[in-house]
């Protein structure tokens, strides 16, 4: 296993698969590399191309939205995606693209140790929770691998196109507030 450098140091010069020859950027993750919870999205677009952070165009901004809504932000959280490298076109990752880059994100999460892991869209949700995952029946639902809680919510550039899917993730975003206070012990701060 690489450390943080070494690891985002081999990253950034990756060739495993065809994304390498079209990206700007690699974006290899965002935050708090020692945090309890991991955010993980299925691969950058084309603002996190041009910029290398994941979520930073209007998709972003959303995600923003929606952390503070439970108080927490960019500093208390890590984000990262399935694929480094953007798709073309922000299409889905293909399985090949996602082979390729999978060891670097378990790399991360095993730095990371995180206690609580959010799929974000179902790309994610099929490759880290299960293969047949259902966003639009099992969003918000708790499944436990090898010690981790997880869950998936909407990806935030679905709920851009589907505003009518906010209202559950509202409830989905205060689910996973109650775990993070349930079995986190830095997520939030102390209570005076």
């Not at 919870?37 to 952070?53: F, Y």
């Not at 790399?107 to 959010?118: D, G, R, S």
Request: proline fraction near 6%; include cysteine.
């Amino acid at each position: 296993m690489l450390d943080w450098d070494a690891l985002e140091a081999e990253c950034r010069e990756c060739r495993k698969c065809a994304l390498c020859e079209t990206r700007t950027n690699v974006v290899f993750g965002d935050g708090n590399r020692n945090a309890e919870v991991l955010l993980i999205g299925e691969g950058p677009g084309e603002n996190e191309d041009l910029q290398g952070k994941p979520f930073v165009g209007r998709a972003g901004k959303l995600l923003d939205d929606m952390l503070s809504l439970i108080d927490l932000n960019r500093a208390n959280v890590y984000i990262a995606n399935m694929v480094k490298c953007r798709p073309p076109q922000n299409r889905d990752p293909l399985n090949v693209e996602q082979e390729a880059c999978i060891g670097y994100l378990r790399n991360q999460t095993a730095l990371m140790k995180p206690k609580i892991i959010v799929c974000l869209g179902r790309i994610s949700a099929m490759k880290i929770i299960k293969p047949d995952f259902k966003i639009t029946q099992e969003h918000g639902m708790w499944f436990e691998k090898n010690g981790v809680q997880m869950m998936a919510l909407y990806h935030p550039a679905a709920l851009l196109r589907d505003p009518r899917r906010r209202p559950e993730t509202f409830g989905d975003l205060k689910t996973l507030q109650t775990m993070i206070r349930n079995i986190c012990r830095h997520t939030y701060p102390a209570p005076n």
